[in-house]
Structures are given as C-alpha cells and as structure tokens.
C-alpha cells in the first residue's frame, strides 16, 4: 500500500543501551518491530583518581587545547567536577581552550553549554582529528584528550607527541556489560535463524561484545555467517571500522550527521528497496 510504513513487516535487532529507548520509539513509529538486547552500559570510571587530577589541570586552565572524542565523555567530566567542587572553575577552564570535536556529540553536549566547537575534525574518526590538526603548528601546547572508553588512542596520542604536543589523556567512563551472556547467545542464535531483517550498531563497543561473546561460547562462525545474511547497519565510520576490522561488511550508514535519526531514516530507505529474508 502506498501509505504502509516503511519498515512494516522488518524484525531490527538493537544492541544500544544509552538511548534504546529513543531509537526504539523512531523505529516502531516507521512500522517496525524491534529486538532490544543492549551489549554495554556505561558506568563512570572505577578509579577517578586520574580523572581528578585531569580536572584539576583544567581547572586551573592549564590546557591550550581540549579534544573531545564523545559526548558522553564531557558530560561525565562535569559531572565529576560537580560532585568534586570544581564545576565553576572546570567550566572558565573549558571555556578557555581551544575545544576540538571529533563529531557532532561532543559538538552538541559543548552546544548544552552555551560554547561551541571551536575545530570539528573533518570525519568523525580519530583520522579525521588527525587531518585535521596537521597542518596546525601544536609544538608545546597542553592538550587535555578525553578518550573514548579505555581505549588508549595509541594513533592519536602518538600523532601529538611527533607534532610536539603535551598530550594529556583522560578516561572518565568504561564500557560493562548489559546483558547476561545467555540473552547475547539468544541474540546470536536468532540472527542465524533468519527471524531478523538488520541490526543496528551504534557503538564499536557493541560489535566488540558481540563478538567476545561469540568467541566465548564457540558461536564465532554461527555470528560471522548470520550477519552475512541480514542487513547490517552502523551508525557512522567508527563502528564501521570496527565491524571492517572483523571482516563483516556495513549495508547502511547515514551519509553524513551520524546521529540516531539519521540512522533510522538510513534503515528505512535501506530495507524498503531491499528483499525481506522472510519472504
């Protein structure tokens, strides 16, 4: 019918936890059905001794530039400069460096502020940041990094040290799981059963679980042939290179504002030209 919902009819798996609940109802409201199994949480960092000491840094306005990996990661920051007494001088702080985004995340929590980007990196990928401040001259300049996850940003952290930047890198949240191994493997198994049109990633962290659990409980193949057979969509290149690195190709990914509307109208389009395996 021509005014039939362009996802009516499709089963799309979501491993999101953060903003499950906004993607499902975008989701539903096109017509489809959705399978929630979040993969992570995101909790504050176990020690936040090094978080301390990184807000006291900037606090005192001892950073030259700030680069932003994720929004979650500058909400947390504050967060812990609240609880900790430090909220008014972390904000003059903030507002006293150059701020550098990776994408429009970070872009947007600074927008919440009252601030702005002052540098958004060209792509949102840590080789977007790095294109774009090499042309830069950062020789001794302070630049607090706030990374995404533990993941240390070896690439990133290594392109300031060569462009004679003191780098100063910090962790204010880590990745947990969401969900029982059990309700994962369920996840798996209904992938390979051919009962699930897409799934949807919204984070490396996600695929990073995924496939943990895959390996874990001996479903390694099992995953890597069920999502040959399904739609696999990615927020943006981030997690596209994360599921490129396992060797699974992305079917749909927004062409530009990687954010989770534009996610779902990228399902919408994707699965509305292409055949249901239930069919």
């Given at each position: 019918?021509?005014?039939?919902?362009?996802?009516?009819?499709?089963?799309?798996?979501?491993?999101?936890?953060?903003?499950?609940?906004?993607?499902?109802?975008?989701?539903?409201?096109?017509?489809?059905?959705?399978?929630?199994?979040?993969?992570?949480?995101?909790?504050?960092?176990p020690d936040s001794t090094l978080v301390d000491i990184w807000l006291a840094t900037l606090a005192n306005g001892e950073f030259d530039d700030l680069i932003f990996l994720t929004g979650e990661g500058l909400v947390r920051l504050l967060a812990r400069a609240e609880r900790t007494g430090l909220a008014v001088q972390a904000l003059a702080g903030l507002k006293k460096a150059r701020r550098i985004t990776r994408g429009p995340k970070p872009a947007r929590a600074l927008h919440e502020l009252g601030l702005a980007t002052d540098v958004p990196a060209t792509q949102?990928?840590?080789?977007?940041?790095?294109?774009?401040?090499?042309?830069?001259?950062?020789?001794?300049?302070?630049?607090?990094?706030?990374?995404?996850?533990?993941?240390?940003?070896?690439?990133?952290?290594?392109?300031?040290?060569?462009?004679?930047?003191?780098?100063?890198?910090?962790?204010?949240?880590?990745?947990?799981?969401?969900?029982?191994?059990?309700?994962?493997?369920?996840?798996?198994?209904?992938?390979?059963?051919?009962?699930?049109?897409?799934?949807?990633?919204?984070?490396?962290?996600?695929?990073?679980?995924?496939?943990?659990?895959?390996?874990?409980?001996?479903?390694?193949?099992?995953?890597?042939?069920?999502?040959?057979?399904?739609?696999?969509?990615?927020?943006?290149?981030?997690?596209?290179?994360?599921?490129?690195?396992?060797?699974?190709?992305?079917?749909?990914?927004?062409?530009?504002?990687?954010?989770?509307?534009?996610?779902?109208?990228?399902?919408?389009?994707?699965?509305?030209?292409?055949?249901?395996?239930?069919?």
């Open positions: 019918m021509a005014n039939e919902k362009p996802l009516a009819g499709r089963v799309i798996a979501l491993p999101e936890t953060r903003e499950l609940e906004r993607l499902v109802g975008l989701l539903e409201a096109d017509g489809a059905t959705t399978l929630s199994c979040p993969l992570v949480s995101i909790v504050d960092a949102p990928t840590t080789q977007g940041i790095i294109d774009t401040l090499s042309p830069m001259n950062l020789t001794g300049r302070r630049i607090g990094v706030q990374l995404y996850g533990t993941d240390p940003n070896e690439r990133l952290m290594t392109f300031l040290a060569s462009a004679g930047a003191i780098a100063i890198p910090v962790a204010p949240y880590i990745y947990a799981p969401a969900s029982h191994e059990d309700k994962v493997a369920g996840l798996i198994e209904g992938l390979a059963n051919g009962g699930i049109d897409a799934i949807a990633f919204t984070s490396a962290s996600q695929v990073d679980r995924l496939f943990q659990v895959a390996e874990s409980r001996q479903l390694l193949e099992v995953l890597i042939g069920a999502l040959s057979r399904c739609q696999v969509a990615a927020v943006g290149p981030i997690v596209f290179e994360a599921l490129a690195d396992r060797g699974v190709r992305t079917d749909i990914m927004p062409e530009k504002s990687f954010v989770m509307k534009r996610l779902t109208n990228a399902l919408a389009e994707g699965l509305g030209r292409t055949p249901s395996p239930q069919t």
